[in-house]
């Protein structure tokens, strides 16, 4: 088998990371001016959104995007590159000096293998941190509503408006759910008014969430210039509940692949589904094997040593086609495993096998 930093190696290294990086670009267009046409129509007669408002929100929407594209758009760069080497001969004379088809294959896997570890480990935290960016001008985009929540693995804050120009910020430092009452600890309640000047702040060392109302427990209110009043208990009205609660959940892709596991640890402590989050962490270990599945699958279509004339057409949505298929199944899969059907990483990994199994098992039967 042919060595992978030979120069044979690296010249294939290099035609894939090249033809990876041309195909994006060209994703990435396509995608950006698309959604530069939906915004303008959705934003069309508001005066109140600039140019520089709606190129920001294209751009912090491209990643989510592309992270989705990303299987397709390995596909596609691989067979240009292998259809190159067969379309100049290049795949005749590199079989004809004695090597196998896997040495070909080699290079170009570690190569997609490696594009898929700097996918996880640098991309995927710009990707979230823009993600984040996203949901904050989508939010400004489509409500006016001061309400918002967000969740860290430090805790809960929420955002509410109380009328009279009011605005209280709620912190609870943990969260532990219990025969569906949920339990905060650690809380704190600043009141602030449309100068954001604090007109009171609330502690508690424990309050529970009960019929729009938080029941505080061991309670201190500090005003200014005035001395702490201490109280045992203090019901505190509040629009959310618990539905709400879990509806306003961070998107899995709003965090970062290095955060996932203390997020799953947080949330797994305070007593929530972590289902959605696992499956998150798992397909991004797996995605470097997956785009490697992708690759066996382009070269079945575009590897062969020759193409004849009205045969590219047909390689070309033949290996589409399967592409999208093997993506199609897999989103079946994982949805499954979103919802504790089958688990999490069955989901996530069995895709992957059964298509590189399936696509090994076609190259060896070629090479016989």
């Given at each position: 088998?042919?060595?992978?930093?030979?120069?044979?190696?690296?010249?294939?290294?290099?035609?894939?990371?090249?033809?990876?990086?041309?195909?994006?670009?060209?994703?990435?267009?396509?995608?950006?001016?698309?959604?530069?046409?939906?915004?303008?129509?959705?934003?069309?007669?508001?005066?109140?959104?600039?140019?520089?408002?709606?190129?920001?929100?294209?751009?912090?929407?491209?990643?989510?995007?592309?992270?989705?594209?990303?299987?397709?758009?390995?596909?596609?760069?691989?067979?240009?590159?292998?259809?190159?080497?067969?379309?100049?001969?290049?795949?005749?004379?590199?079989?004809?000096?004695?090597?196998?088809?896997?040495?070909?294959?080699?290079?170009?896997?570690?190569?997609?293998?490696?594009?898929?570890?700097?996918?996880?480990?640098?991309?995927?935290?710009?990707?979230?941190?823009?993600?984040?960016?996203?949901?904050?001008?989508?939010?400004?985009?489509?409500?006016?509503?001061?309400?918002?929540?967000?969740?860290?693995?430090?805790?809960?804050?929420?955002?509410?408006?109380?009328?009279?120009?009011?605005?209280?910020?709620?912190?609870?430092?943990?969260?532990?759910?219990?025969?569906?009452?949920?339990?905060?600890?650690?809380?704190?309640?600043?009141?602030?008014?449309?100068?954001?000047?604090?007109?009171?702040?609330?502690?508690?060392?424990?309050?529970?969430?009960?019929?729009?109302?938080?029941?505080?427990?061991?309670?201190?209110?500090?005003?200014?210039?005035?001395?702490?009043?201490?109280?045992?208990?203090?019901?505190?009205?509040?629009?959310?509940?618990?539905?709400?609660?879990?509806?306003?959940?961070?998107?899995?892709?709003?965090?970062?692949?290095?955060?996932?596991?203390?997020?799953?640890?947080?949330?797994?402590?305070?007593?929530?589904?972590?289902?959605?989050?696992?499956?998150?962490?798992?397909?991004?270990?797996?995605?470097?094997?997956?785009?490697?599945?992708?690759?066996?699958?382009?070269?079945?279509?575009?590897?062969?040593?020759?193409?004849?004339?009205?045969?590219?057409?047909?390689?070309?949505?033949?290996?589409?086609?399967?592409?999208?298929?093997?993506?199609?199944?897999?989103?079946?899969?994982?949805?499954?495993?979103?919802?504790?059907?089958?688990?999490?990483?069955?989901?996530?990994w069995v895709p992957a096998i059964i298509v590189a199994s399936i696509s090994i098992s076609v190259y060896l039967h070629k090479e016989e």
């Amino acid at each position: 088998m042919m060595k992978p930093n030979s120069i044979l190696g690296s010249y294939l290294i290099k035609q894939t990371i090249l033809n990876f990086l041309f195909v994006l670009a060209v994703i990435c267009a396509i995608i950006m001016m698309f959604d530069m046409i939906e915004i303008l129509r959705k934003t069309s007669g508001r005066h109140d959104v600039s140019v520089g408002f709606l190129l920001q929100y294209v751009v912090a929407k491209l990643p989510e995007t592309v992270d989705k594209v990303v299987p397709f758009v390995i596909m596609v760069s691989t067979m240009i590159a292998f259809w190159r080497l067969s379309k100049t001969n290049e795949f005749v004379i590199i079989r004809a000096s004695g090597v196998s088809i896997w040495g070909v294959l080699t290079p170009v896997l570690l190569a997609v293998f490696g594009i898929g570890l700097f996918w996880v480990a640098v991309f995927n935290p710009i990707s979230a941190k823009l993600y984040e960016l996203k949901e904050t001008l989508s939010y400004r985009l489509s409500t006016d509503n001061p309400n918002a929540f967000l969740f860290s693995n430090k805790g809960l804050w929420i955002r509410e408006g109380k009328g009279n120009d009011t605005i209280a910020i709620i912190n609870a430092g943990s969260l532990n759910l219990q025969d569906d009452v949920l339990w905060l600890r650690d809380v704190s309640i600043i009141e602030v008014d449309e100068r954001t000047q604090v007109k009171r702040r609330i502690e508690a060392f424990v309050a529970t969430l009960e019929d729009g109302e938080l029941n505080l427990r061991d309670v201190r209110i500090y005003r200014a210039g005035e001395q702490a009043e201490i109280l045992n208990n203090l019901k505190y009205p509040t629009e959310m509940n618990l539905q709400r609660i879990k509806d306003n959940f961070v998107d899995p892709e709003a965090i970062s692949f290095w955060n996932l596991p203390d997020t799953i640890k947080f949330y797994e402590t305070s007593g929530f589904s972590v289902q959605r989050y696992k499956m998150r962490y798992l397909s991004l270990i797996a995605l470097p094997f997956f785009l490697m599945a992708m690759v066996l699958v382009a070269g079945i279509f575009s590897l062969k040593a020759s193409q004849r004339q009205g045969g590219v057409l047909l390689m070309i949505v033949s290996g589409i086609a399967t592409g999208f298929t093997v993506y199609f199944t897999s989103q079946v899969v994982s949805a499954f495993g979103i919802n504790s059907y089958i688990p999490a990483w069955f989901a996530v990994w069995v895709p992957a096998i059964i298509v590189a199994s399936i696509s090994i098992s076609v190259y060896l039967h070629k090479e016989e």
